[in-house]
């Protein structure tokens, strides 16, 4: 049995096998997932677990060269964004529409749903290299 770490099988195999400049979503409850993008559901019940915590563990367990959120999160989740900030400082984060955040969520390794019940909870971390 694993010591430590993401005990979910499905998101340690995911996080091994990412590459430098692959990409994961992290998702609220309502982010649309794609025909053909893995998805790896954790939601139990609404805001549970919340977006936050799975974030937490992400950027303990992986390299992110860079950010993509929806530029809607600006207006309608500053608390969120904040947070992200505040966690992510030296990475590079853009910003695009939602519209463009969904078609992008497509072209990802997968993506980890969430019960996070706040607006634009959505997040694309890209993969970095160790050295």
């Known amino acids: 049995m694993k010591k430590n770490g993401t005990l979910n099988s499905e998101i340690a195999k995911i996080l091994a096998d ?6 994961i979503v992290i998702a609220d409850a309502g982010l649309p997932i794609p025909a053909g993008v893995k998805k790896i559901d954790l939601a139990l019940t609404l805001n549970d677990p ?3 915590k799975l ?3 992400l950027i303990e367990e992986m390299v992110i ?15 969120q ?7 992510l400082p030296k990475e590079r ?9 969904k078609k992008k969520t497509t072209h990802t390794q ?8 706040t607006p ?4 694309i971390l890209q993969s970095g290299v160790l050295f």
């Not at 904040?82 to 966690?87: H, T, V």
């Open 93 to 101: 984060i853009h910003y695009i529409s939602h519209e463009q955040f």
């Open 120 to 123: 634009y909870s959505n997040i």
């Open 55 to 57: 974030l937490d563990i």
């Open 18 to 23: 990412l590459g430098h400049t692959d990409q």
């Open 65 to 79: 060269e860079e950010v993509i959120l929806a530029s809607e999160i600006k207006l309608a989740n500053p608390e």
């Open 81 to 87: 964004l904040k947070l992200i900030e505040d966690k």
């Open 50 to 52: 919340p977006f936050q």
């Open 110 to 117: 997968a993506i980890i749903r969430t019960g996070e019940a």
